[in-house]
């Protein structure tokens, strides 16, 4: 008697794998091969080390000739290669924080400043020293809650020597927070492009909304040489 089993096309419960009651149920065949039946199907789904079966998960993950991307040797293969983990060309443009990440740009900075509180003129966060001379490519920035009655600005400024806006031509596309908005990208590139190695920069609060001044922000600045 070979027993029964619903694994792998569905899944084993009390009535295939025969629940029984102390004192009540009479054991029978039944229920040892039932079980033997699913552990079979189980391991079979699993699969052996090398094995050939392409319907087991070690084939699929580890077997080198199947032609997957996360191939490697079965039981232990090599890493995942962060080279084949992408999406389709034109998806993320360059100078999106994916197109950064993803490591195609070379080496980069990314600096997260959160206040608790937005109060005009104050600093926000800690400064930031520029270890070497790169460009400024990307700003991205959240609120954790948008602010209400009037809109919430943030600049970015250079020492170079005194404080000076890296948008200095172009006020507007600083870090502007309208009324409920929570989220802003840089839609045009700083006026002010290259900075050098030793170079701080500062981040302050120019205007808050008049009801919520806006909440929590997360500012992220992308670099690259």
């Known amino acids: 008697m070979s027993g029964n089993t619903n694994f792998p096309t569905g899944l084993d419960d009390n009535t295939s794998l025969l629940d029984v009651?102390?004192?009540?149920?009479?054991?029978?065949?039944?229920?040892?091969?039932?079980?033997?039946?699913?552990?079979?199907?189980?391991?079979?789904?699993?699969?052996?080390?090398?094995?050939?079966?392409?319907?087991?998960?070690?084939?699929?993950?580890?077997?080198?000739?199947?032609?997957?991307?996360?191939?490697?040797a079965s039981g232990g293969g090599a890493k995942i290669n962060p080279t084949t983990i992408d999406v389709p060309s034109g998806a993320y443009p360059t100078g999106t924080l994916y197109d950064y990440l993803r490591g195609n740009t070379g080496e980069q900075i990314v600096t997260i400043l959160r206040p608790a509180t937005a109060i005009v003129g104050s600093n926000v966060g800690a400064p930031v020293?520029?270890?070497?001379?790169?460009?400024?490519?990307?700003?991205?920035?959240?609120?954790?809650?948008?602010?209400?009655?009037?809109?919430?600005?943030?600049?970015?400024?250079?020492?170079?020597?005194?404080?000076?806006?890296?948008?200095?031509?172009?006020?507007?596309?600083?870090?502007?927070?309208?009324?409920g908005a929570t989220a802003y990208r840089s839609s045009a590139t700083p006026n002010t492009i290259t900075y050098p190695s030793g170079a701080v920069i500062t981040v302050d609060v120019d205007a808050v909304g008049s009801n919520e001044p806006g909440q929590d922000l997360t500012l992220t600045l992308i670099f690259r040489p």
């Open 21 to 72: 009651t102390d004192g009540v149920t009479a054991i029978v065949a039944a229920h040892h091969n039932n079980t033997k039946e699913a552990v079979k199907a189980i391991e079979a789904k699993l699969g052996i080390y090398n094995t050939g079966a392409p319907t087991s998960l070690d084939y699929r993950l580890g077997n080198p000739t199947g032609s997957h991307r996360h191939d490697g």
């Open 129 to 179: 020293v520029i270890g070497k001379t790169m460009q400024l490519v990307s700003i991205q920035g959240a609120l954790r809650r948008g602010p209400s009655g009037a809109t919430t600005a943030f600049d970015i400024n250079l020492n170079q020597p005194g404080p000076t806006s890296v948008y200095w031509a172009s006020q507007g596309f600083r870090p502007i927070f309208p009324p």
